[in-house]
């Protein structure tokens, strides 16, 4: 009979995974830097690794766990009795805004003179995202702003160089007095959601030119503590574009009342807010009754973020389930190297290294936009990346968080916040059935964009027989006109899974390669995780399972 154990041998946990920090989260991402190599250099992989440190660090995902058990409160009023509408934010918000500001993460891109900005950009977004989604948010809408507001050369002079400035700070003071500056968007009203053509805030023109004041809501604005939003309202013209200070030249706060915060399922560290005018200042953007068209480059770049947002989740969740697998024994040995888990495992690493492939590459594009090629492949593959990769994230996310059993289900262990943040990307900036009918849209509109996919994943023509197929299989669907808004999302996810085939069959290792093309691209994949019937899965695994030192 076994000694009992002692009361010291008790309290000493053994087979428990210790926590994953103290890795480079870009070194140790082997599909990252091998696509910012390919579409950029291994100089831009260089000048992120500080990032990649820092990232990985026992204080980085320390300040990720407190800043959302410490969420964000609204304060309408100050101890007078004066509106001020003031959220206040824990200090591990302004710790990780700071250092993603400091990083180049928000607008720096734009102003940069790198032929690879955005893919170094793109690439650090990616990774710094490890450490905690919600604070995403406000930098992703710093980013997208720039775009927008070069309609207007007097409006860009005054905003752009803040909002790219690597010197994050906070705080409601005008934007004369300020180092660095953020920029937030509102689109979606009560009535009327994505269909923003439906809003019923007005603005009316005052003596200034091209100044109004607006009146009436917003229903979804988040980081209502930004300095400035784009926000769309009606004129006589129809819905126009308008820039919105938060505080005024001569220091006096806007007239922008917060009604109250949201209580989200998830992306609790950053807050979302409702927002009231009533004579709100505000500065036409464009011409009146063009704000859509004005608005929707910020809403391309915030898609694209999305899509950079959900892969940064499915690395986050795969590197969190192989590192687990890789030093917990169960039924006598390693799970990783039991069949089964490995075939999971492997198959969430698939998902993940074809969700970064794309990213990279649309972020390429944005790098390259004089090409036109490249801004027809934007045009299309955004909606198609949105489409699939965040649709893709939940499923994945979940299945990762089961590889830690009933640790995974803890908060401790992070992925359920992982959890609760994974359907967020495909719900923001138009859910799964807008991104598939604007896919239809551009295909209608502008064939450039379908000569675009086409002789992108042409460039893999014959490598895959597979892939091949798959390709004729999803030009076929554009053949039945009568069906085809109802087959959209099908269309949607085909051409997208071709689009990520492509790549990795031209870029990836064949062992990943053959793994997608023999389950995604077959005709009986059902999109459940750990079914793999070919590739070398014992390498995949190890492929994508961080090292840390």
Not at 73 to 102: I, K
Not at 294 to 301: F, L
């Amino acid at each position: 009979m076994d000694a009992p154990r002692t009361r010291g041998e008790i309290r000493v946990a053994t087979n428990q995974a210790p926590p994953l920090v103290g890795h480079n989260v870009i070194t140790s991402d082997i599909a990252l830097v091998e696509a910012v190599t390919r579409h950029a250099s291994a100089e831009v992989v260089d000048d992120l690794a500080p990032l990649g440190v820092e990232a990985g660090t026992p204080d980085a995902r320390e300040h990720g766990i407190l800043a959302n058990e410490n969420h964000p409160t609204l304060r309408p009023y100050d101890r007078y009795g004066n509106r001020v509408d003031e959220v206040a934010f824990h200090p591990s918000w302004h710790w990780l805004m700071e250092r993603a500001v400091g990083h180049g993460l928000a607008a720096a891109p734009w102003e940069s003179e790198s032929p690879h900005a955005h893919v170094r950009r793109a690439a650090g977004f990616l990774a710094w995202s490890h450490t905690e989604p919600g604070h995403g948010c406000p930098i992703s809408m710093t980013y997208a702003a720039v775009p927008a507001l070069r309609v207007d050369d007097a409006v860009a002079k005054e905003w752009v160089p803040l909002l790219a400035s690597t010197s994050y700070d906070p705080g409601l003071r005008p934007a004369s007095e300020k180092r660095g500056a953020l920029a937030g968007m509102g689109m979606t009203e009560k009535q009327g959601g994505s269909d923003v053509r439906a809003n019923v805030t007005t603005a009316r023109p005052t003596s200034v030119d091209g100044e109004y004041t607006l009146h009436g809501h917003k229903w979804f604005t988040s980081a209502p503590m930004n300095d400035m939003f784009l926000v769309l309202a009606q004129t006589d013209g129809g819905v126009t574009c308008f820039v919105v200070p938060r505080v005024l030249p001569d220091g006096t706060r806007n007239q922008l009342d917060v009604v109250r915060l949201k209580d989200k399922l998830g992306n609790r560290s950053n807050a979302s807010s409702e927002l009231e005018f009533d004579g709100t200042v505000a500065r036409r953007l464009g011409d009146e009754g063009r704000g859509v068209r004005t608005i929707i480059e910020m809403v391309n770049a915030t898609r694209l973020d999305c899509v950079l947002g959900s892969a940064a989740l499915m690395r986050r969740a795969v590197s969190e389930a192989s590192w687990h697998v890789a030093h917990r024994s169960a039924f006598g040995g390693l799970l990783a190297d039991k069949p089964l888990m490995q075939n999971v495992v492997a198959d969430l690493a698939v998902e993940s290294e074809a969700a970064t492939a794309v990213a990279v590459r649309l972020a390429a594009a944005v790098d390259n936009l004089h090409d036109p090629h490249e801004a027809a492949l934007r045009r299309i593959a955004l909606p198609l990346a949105k489409f699939w990769v965040c649709k893709r994230t939940p499923a994945m996310v979940a299945e990762a968080l089961e590889c830690l059993g009933g640790n995974g289900y803890v908060e401790e262990s992070v992925m359920p916040l992982l959890y609760r943040e994974a359907p967020l990307n495909s719900v923001w900036e138009g859910s799964g059935n807008v991104n598939a009918l604007d896919v239809l849209r551009a295909l209608a509109r502008e064939p450039a964009a379908l000569e675009a996919w086409i002789t992108e994943v042409g460039l893999a023509r014959g490598a895959d027989p597979r892939l091949d197929r798959a390709v004729d299989d999803a030009l076929a669907l554009l053949g039945d006109e009568a069906t085809l808004e109802q087959s959209a999302r099908r269309l949607a996810g085909r051409m997208a899974a071709c689009l990520q085939g492509s790549l990795l069959v031209r870029f990836a290792p064949p062992e990943v390669a053959d793994a997608f093309c023999a389950s995604r691209l077959g005709s009986s994949y059902d999109g459940t995780f750990g079914t793999l019937t070919s590739g070398d899965l014992r390498a995949i695994v190890e492929r994508t399972t961080p090292t840390v030192g």
